[in-house]
C-alpha cells in the first residue's frame, strides 16, 4: 500500500490558482465570474453550503482548492431528473458525492421511523430536500447525467455502509453502498488523506478504476482479486470462530476413512536450520505478513440470513479498526468483492491545523439570504479543537468513522478560529459557545507508547476500566482554556460538547478550571443508565464515576459562588435493557429528583456494535457462538413505548401504560399516591393535569438561553445521534441550590 505523504507536501495542480474563492461556486453565473470554464472536481452534498470547517463539503472543497483545483458544488439537487447534476457542466476529473452531514435516513426518520419535522441543514429547517439514501440516489443521477466520469462517494453516509450492514428503516440487512451506488470509489473515515492523493494521482492520467492501494478506500473487485501474487487470504472464521460454521459429519455416509496405510510415503524433509531471531524482528515481521494479509469477512448472503455470522462480521470489522494494525477487509457479493484497505492514517497535528486554518467565508451561502439554518446557528461560535474518540460506546458511531486516535489541533490554530470568530462572524457578542469535539475532554490524550498504540485490539481505552496506558493529564486542556479566554474581546468560554466524566475525575483541577470558569450554569454528562446489565452493553462506566463526578462539580460550583446544574443524558430501549432495568432507572431517578424532557428511544445506526446486538441479539463484544449469551433487546413498539414512559414517568400521559407495565411485571405496589409510589393509582382530574404541566421543568433550550448557552454542535449529533433522555434541573434543586 502506498506510504502516505504529509497532505501539505503536494505540489499544487494549477500554479497559478492561487487566490481562494470568496464561496466555492455553486452556479455556472459565479464559475463565469471566476474566469473558469469547466471545474476539476464537482461535489454533491445534501446539505445547504455553510462554507465552514464543521461542514464537510466546505472542508472538502478548501481542502482541493487549496491543492489547485478548481471545486464547485452542487447543493440540495432536485434528485427526480438529472438536469441539476447538469448545472456545473462535466468536471474534468470527477464526482464527488455525499448525503451531508448526517446520515439521510436519520437526518429525515426518528427511531419510532416517523419522519421528522425539521431538517437542521436546510434553510429555514425546511424537510424533504434530500432523497432516502440520499449517496446511491445522488449517484445515479451522476451517472445519468455523465455516464463516463468517475464517482467517488464519501462522508458518512457512505464510510458507514461500506459493508453489509442492518438497515433499521427497512428491518433488514443490506449490501454494502457501493454496488447500489455503482460508484467508481469509496472513501471512508476522515479523508483527507486518500483524498488529496486520489485527486493528485487521476488528474496525473491514472484511472479512478486502477487506484486500488490508498489507505481508507473501498471499491468492487473481481471475486478473489488481490493487490499483488504475495498477498495472502484469512478467513474470519479461522481467527475468531463463530460456533459451528464447520458441517457435522453424516454417520451414514458409506465412505471409507483415508489412513496412514493408504498414502504413498514420502520423502523426509531436509533439516532445516533454527533462526533465533529479536523480538523487534518477530515483531516486524509479523508486521509485514499483516500488511499482505486480507481478512475475508462472511459473505452478505451468509450475514444478510444468519444472526451468527452478522455478528460476527461485526465483531471481526471493530478488531481490524486500529490503523496501526488492522488489516484489509473482504466481502463478497453476489460475483464480487467488496474490498476494504486499512482504515487512514491519523493526520499529524500541523495537518489538522492545515485543514481547520484554510480561508472559510465562516458563513452560509449568500443564496439562501436571510433564511435561518438551524445548524449553522448551533455552531457558528463554537471551535473543533479534535476530532476521534477512544470511549469506543457501542450505541455511537463515532469510532467507527473517525476513530479511536485523537487528532488534535494546535493551541495556535485553535486561538486563531478564535479571533476569526470574534472578527468576522455577524451577531457575534463575546461568547465561544463551545470549545470541544466529539467529546470534550479528549484533548491531546493519548497511549504513553506508540508501539503499544499500534498493536492494540481493545475496543475502548476507557472500558471495563481506564487503560493504564492511556495518558489521561488535563493539563494541556487547562492551558488551553486559560489562554482562550485571555483573548481580547472574549468574555466567556462554554464548554458544551459531552463530557467524559470518568476521565474528568482523574484530574481534578480540570474539574475545577471546567466548572469555576466554562459552565454556563448547564453541563452535560451521559450516566447514559443506572443499571450495571445495559451500561454493560454500552461499554459505559457504573454509576460510582458519575457520583465522583458529582461531588465535585457540586464542591467546586459551591466555592465559584455559582448556581449551575448538570444535564445528563439516557437511553431508552438499548440492547441489553429489560423492562426490570427501566423500572430501576425511573425509581433512580424519582429519588433523585430528575425529571427527564426530550425523550427518544435507541435508534440503530448502521455498523454500530449496539446494532448488531439489535438484529442479532448476540453480543460481538465477546466470542459470537450459537450457545453465546442472548442479549435482550427491545423491538416491539409497546415495549419501546414503556421504556420511555418509564424515563417521563412524572408525565400524566404516560401513567396508563406505566400502570399497565407495573401490573404485568408483579410491582402494583409502585401505583398509589403516597411519595414512594411511581405513578398514581387513577388519571388525575384536569385541573391537577394542568398544574402537573406547570411544574414541568423547562427543555434545554430553555434553560440554555437563561444561562446564555447553545444547543450542542452538530458535529456530536452526526456522530452520536438523537438517542437519549435530557435531564433538566428541577424548580426545587434550582431553589436549594441543589446540583441535580
Given at each position: 500500500?502506498e506510504a502516505?505523504?504529509?497532505i501539505?507536501s503536494?505540489?499544487?495542480y ?5 487566490k481562494p474563492?470568496a464561496?466555492l461556486p455553486t ?8 474566469g473558469?470554464d469547466s471545474c ?5 452534498t445534501?446539505?445547504?453550503y ?6 464537510g463539503?466546505a472542508l472538502?472543497?478548501?481542502l482541493l482548492?487549496?491543492?489547485g483545483?478548481?471545486v464547485?458544488?452542487?447543493t ?5 431528473s438529472?438536469d ?6 462535466r468536471?474534468?476529473l470527477?464526482?464527488?458525492i ?5 446520515d ?6 426518528t427511531s419510532d421511523?416517523?419522519?421528522r419535522?425539521?431538517?437542521a441543514?436546510?434553510?429555514n429547517?425546511e424537510?424533504n430536500?434530500r432523497p432516502d ?5 445522488y449517484?445515479?443521477r451522476?451517472r445519468e ?8 462517494i464519501?462522508?458518512?453516509?457512505a464510510?458507514?455502509r461500506?459493508?453489509?450492514h442492518y438497515d433499521?428503516w ?5 449490501r454494502?453502498v457501493l ?5 467508481d470509489?469509496?472513501i471512508f ?20 478504476k ?9 471499491f468492487?473487485?473481481p471475486?478473489g482479486?488481490k493487490p ?7 478467513n474470519?472464521?479461522r481467527?475468531?470462530t ?10 451414514y455416509?458409506?465412505k471409507s476413512?483415508?489412513?496412514?496405510s493408504?498414502k504413498?510415503?514420502a520423502a523426509?524433509e531436509?533439516p532445516?536450520?533454527v ?5 523487534e ?8 505478513v499483516r500488511s499482505?494479509?486480507v481478512?475475508?469477512l462472511p459473505?452478505?448472503e451468509q450475514v444478510?440470513?444468519?444472526a ?8 471481526v470489522?471493530h ?6 494494525n488492522?488489516?484489509a ?5 453476489g460475483d464480487?468483492d467488496?474490498w476494504?484497505n486499512?482504515?487512514p492514517?491519523?493526520l499529524a497535528m ?5 485543514v481547520?486554518?484554510?480561508?472559510y467565508?465562516?458563513?452560509?451561502h449568500?443564496?439562501?439570504g436571510k433564511?435561518r439554518i438551524p ?6 461560535f463554537s471551535?473543533?479543537i479534535m476530532?476521534?474518540?477512544?470511549g ?6 463515532i ?5 479511536r486516535i485523537i ?8 486561538l ?10 455577524k451577531?457575534?457578542t463575546g461568547?465561544i459557545?463551545?470549545l470541544?469535539?466529539?467529546t470534550a475532554n ?15 485490539r481493545r475496543?475502548?481505552c476507557v ?12 493539563g494541556?486542556l487547562?492551558?488551553l482554556?486559560r489562554?482562550?479566554r485571555?483573548?481580547p474581546?472574549?468574555?466567556k468560554?462554554?464548554?458544551?460538547s459531552g463530557l467524559?466524566?470518568?476521565?474528568a475525575?482523574r484530574?481534578?483541577e480540570?474539574?475545577?478550571e ?9 453541563l452535560?454528562?451521559a450516566?447514559?443508565?443506572?443499571e450495571?446489565?445495559?451500561l454493560?452493553k ?12 458529582k461531588?465535585?462539580?457540586?464542591r467546586f460550583s459551591k466555592?465559584?459562588?455559582k ?19 427501566m423500572?430501576?432507572?425511573a425509581l433512580?431517578?424519582?429519588k ?7 425523550v ?5 445506526t ?11 441479539r448476540?453480543?460481538?463484544?465477546h466470542?459470537?457462538t450459537?450457545e453465546s449469551?442472548?442479549?435482550?433487546t427491545?423491538?416491539?413498539?409497546k ?5 420511555k414512559?418509564?424515563?417521563?414517568y412524572?408525565?400524566?400521559a404516560?401513567w ?8 404485568r411485571m408483579?410491582r402494583?405496589d409502585?401505583i ?6 411511581l405513578v398514581p ?6 385541573g391537577?393535569?394542568?398544574?402537573e404541566r406547570?411544574?414541568e ?6 434553560l440554555a438561553?437563561?444561562?446564555g448557552q ?6 456530536a449529533?452526526v ?6 433522555a ?5 424548580k426545587?434543586a434550582?431553589?436549594s441550590g441543589r446540583?441535580?
Open positions: 500500500m502516505p505523504k504529509n501539505r503536494y505540489p499544487r494549477r500554479p497559478d490558482y492561487v474563492a464561496f452556479t455556472r453565473a459565479e464559475m463565469d465570474a471566476l473558469w476539476d472536481v464537482i461535489l454533491v445534501g446539505d445547504a455553510i462554507d465552514h470547517p464543521s461542514f463539503m472538502v472543497g478548501r482548492e487549496a491543492q483545483f478548481r464547485g458544488i452542487i440540495q439537487p432536485d434528485w427526480l438529472a441539476d447534476f447538469r448545472a456545473l457542466g468536471p474534468n470527477y464526482f464527488g455525499t448525503a451531508g452531514n448526517m439521510s435516513m436519520i437526518n429525515r426518520y421511523r416517523k419522519i419535522s425539521e431538517d441543514y436546510t434553510p429547517g424537510p430536500k439514501r440520499a449517496v446511491v440516489v449517484a445515479q451522476v447525467a455523465y455516464p463516463e466520469v468517475g464517482v467517488v464519501g462522508s458518512i453516509e464510510s458507514l461500506r459493508i453489509a433499521y427497512s428491518d433488514k440487512v443490506k454494502s454496488p447500489d451506488s455503482k460508484a470509489i469509496l473515515g476522515n479523508a483527507e488523506r486518500a483524498l488529496i492523493a486520489l485527486t493528485h494521482r487521476v488528474a496525473a492520467g491514472e484511472s479512478i486502477s487506484i486500488r492501494d490508498l489507505r481508507g478506500t473501498a468492487m473487485v471475486h482479486w499483488a501474487p504475495d498477498w495472502s487470504e484469512a474470519s472464521t481467527i475468531d463463530p460456533g459451528r460454521v464447520e458441517p457435522h459429519p453424516d454417520p455416509e458409506m476413512k483415508e489412513d496412514a493408504c504413498s510415503e523426509p531436509a532445516k536450520p533462526l533465533i531471531l529479536s523480538r524482528e518477530r515483531m516486524a515481521a509479523l508486521k509485514e499482505k494479509t481478512v475475508r459473505s452478505f444478510k440470513d444468519d451468527v455470522m452478522y455478528a460476527h462480521a461485526s465483531r470489522f478488531l481490524e479498526s486500529n490503523p496501526g488492522a488489516r477487509l473482504v466481502q463478497h457479493h464480487r467488496v476494504l486499512a482504515p492514517l491519523p500541523d495537518e489538522m491545523d492545515f481547520f486554518d484554510m480561508p467565508a465562516r458563513s452560509p449568500p443564496r439562501y433564511a445548524a449553522w446557528e448551533m455552531i457558528r471551535v473543533n476530532r476521534g474518540c477512544f469506543g460506546c457501542t450505541f455511537c458511531s469510532t467507527e468513522h473517525e476513530g487528532q488534535s489541533r494546535s493551541e495556535p490554530s485553535i486563531r478560529e478564535i479571533e476569526l470568530i470574534r472578527d468576522k462572524t451577531g457575534f461568547t459557545s463551545d470541544g469535539g466529539p479528549m484533548y491531546r490524550l493519548a497511549c504513553k507508547d506508540k508501539k503499544i498504540e499500534e498493536s492494540c475496543l475502548s472500558y471495563p476500566t481506564i487503560c493504564s496506558n492511556l495518558g489521561t493529564d488535563h494541556k487547562i492551558q482554556y489562554k482562550a485571555a483573548i474581546g472574549i468574555k468560554i462554554l464548554v458544551s467524559r466524566y470518568d476521565l475525575v484530574s481534578p480540570y474539574v475545577k471546567l466548572v469555576t470558569h466554562h459552565v454556563g450554569g448547564l452535560k454528562i450516566p447514559e443508565h443506572s450495571t446489565g445495559p454493560s454500552m461499554m459505559k462506566p457504573g454509576m460510582g464515576a458519575y457520583h465522583a463526578f461531588e465535585m462539580f457540586e466555592e465559584a459562588g448556581e449551575q446544574y448538570l444535564i445528563p443524558y439516557f437511553i431508552a430501549a438499548h440492547p441489553g435493557t429489560t423492562d426490570e432495568d423500572l430501576n432507572l433512580w431517578l424519582k433523585n429528583d430528575f425529571r427527564l424532557d426530550q427518544q428511544t435507541f435508534l440503530p448502521p455498523m454500530a456494535l449496539a446494532t448488531a446486538m439489535y438484529h442479532t448476540k453480543n460481538p463484544l466470542k459470537v450459537d449469551e442472548i442479549v435482550e427491545v423491538r416491539a413498539g415495549v419501546r413505548k414503556l421504556h414512559a418509564f424515563l417521563r412524572h408525565d400524566p404516560n396508563d401504560i406505566l400502570r399497565e407495565g407495573l401490573h408483579g402494583s409502585l398509589g399516591n403516597g411519595p414512594h409510589h393509582r387513577s388519571a388525575p382530574t384536569p391537577l393535569q394542568a398544574i406547570k411544574r421543568t423547562p427543555g434545554p433550550d430553555k438561553r437563561k444561562f447553545n444547543r450542542p454542535r452538530p458535529g449529533a456522530q452520536r445521534q438523537p438517542v437519549r435530557i435531564g433538566t434541573a428541577p426545587a434550582r431553589k446540583t441535580v
